[in-house]
C-alpha cells in the first residue's frame, strides 16, 4: 500500500516551453503533497508543500510563478515548470502524506521526474 | 530552523560488516519525528527506519536500527551484515510534530565493497 505515482519520469524540452509533472496517490487520500528539487549529489530540497483544494505553500526563494502547483484532488497534485530555461533542469520529486493523522505517518515518495531543459 | 547534519559525505564497509552513519540535529521542540531514508543510484526515496521523539526506545528493522540519543540530539543509523544493495545516499530527516515538512541532512553515501 501507500504508493504514489509520479509522471513522466523523465522529460527533455526545449527552452521556453512549459512542463507538467502529475503525482498521484494510487491508494490512499493525501491532504498534503509535498515537491522537493534535488541537484546532482545534492540533499532534497522543499519547494512547496501542496494542500488539497487551497494554495499551495512555497519556501523562500521558491518562484510561484515560475513553478505552478495545484491540488486539485485528495490523489493528485502537479507541479508546472513554466517557460523553463536550462537551469531548471534538475531533479523533482513529489510526496503524500496519507489522510489524518499526520506527523507520525511518513511520507511516501514518488520515482521522481528527471527534467532537462535544452 | 530546524538542522540536521550529516558529517560523513561518504563511506565504505565491507560486505557483511557493520557500519553506523551519524546524524545530529536542532531543534527546540520536544515532539518531533526522525527518518533515515535511503536513495539508491534508482534515486527513489526509500524509508529506511524512523523514531518518535517520545519514544526512548531505540527503532529497528532487521539489519537497520538507530542510536537515538535525545539529549545530544543525536540520531545515528547502524546497517548490520552490510549487503551489496545497502549501496546508496542515505538521508537524515526531521519532521516536527504538528508539521509534516521534512528537512533533510546533506546525505551519506554508502558503498558496500564485495
Known amino acids: 500500500g501507500a504508493v504514489v505515482s509520479q509522471h513522466p519520469s523523465w522529460v527533455i524540452c526545449k527552452s521556453g516551453t512549459s512542463v507538467k509533472i502529475e503525482c498521484r496517490s494510487l491508494?490512499?487520500?493525501?491532504?498534503?503533497m509535498f515537491w522537493y528539487r534535488q541537484f546532482p549529489k545534492q540533499s532534497l530540497m522543499l519547494m512547496a508543500t501542496?494542500?488539497?483544494?487551497?494554495?499551495?505553500?512555497?519556501e523562500q526563494g521558491v518562484e510561484k510563478d515560475k513553478f505552478l502547483i495545484n491540488h486539485a484532488s485528495l490523489t493528485l497534485s502537479t507541479l508546472t515548470v513554466t517557460s523553463a530555461h536550462p537551469e531548471d533542469s534538475s531533479f523533482y520529486i513529489c510526496?503524500?502524506?496519507?489522510?489524518?493523522?499526520?506527523?507520525?505517518?511518513?511520507?511516501?515518495f514518488g520515482d521522481g521526474t528527471r527534467l532537462s531543459i535544452l | 530552523a530546524q538542522t540536521v547534519t550529516q558529517s560523513q559525505p561518504e563511506m565504505s564497509v565491507q560486505e557483511a560488516e557493520t557500519v553506523t552513519l551519524s546524524c545530529t540535529y536542532d531543534t527546540s521542540e520536544s515532539n518531533y519525528y526522525l527518518f533515515w531514508y535511503k536513495q539508491p543510484p534508482s534515486r527513489q526515496m526509500i524509508l529506511v527506519i524512523r523514531?518518535?521523539?517520545?519514544?526512548?526506545q531505540n527503532a529497528t528493522e532487521n539489519r537497520f536500527s538507530v542510536n537515538f540519543q535525545k539529549a545530544a540530539k543525536s540520531f545515528s543509523l547502524k546497517i548490520s551484515d552490510s549487503q551489496l544493495g545497502d549501496t546508496a545516499m542515505y538521508f537524515c530527516a526531521y519532521t516536527q510534530g504538528g508539521s509534516e515538512k521534512l528537512v533533510f541532512g546533506k546525505g551519506t553515501k554508502l558503498t558496500v565493497n564485495p
Open positions: 523514531q518518535e521523539a517520545y519514544k526512548q
Open positions: 510526496s503524500a502524506s496519507i489522510y489524518y493523522p499526520a506527523s507520525n505517518q511518513p511520507q511516501h
Open positions: 501542496s494542500n488539497e483544494g487551497s494554495k499551495a505553500t512555497y
Open positions: 491508494d490512499f487520500q493525501a491532504t498534503t
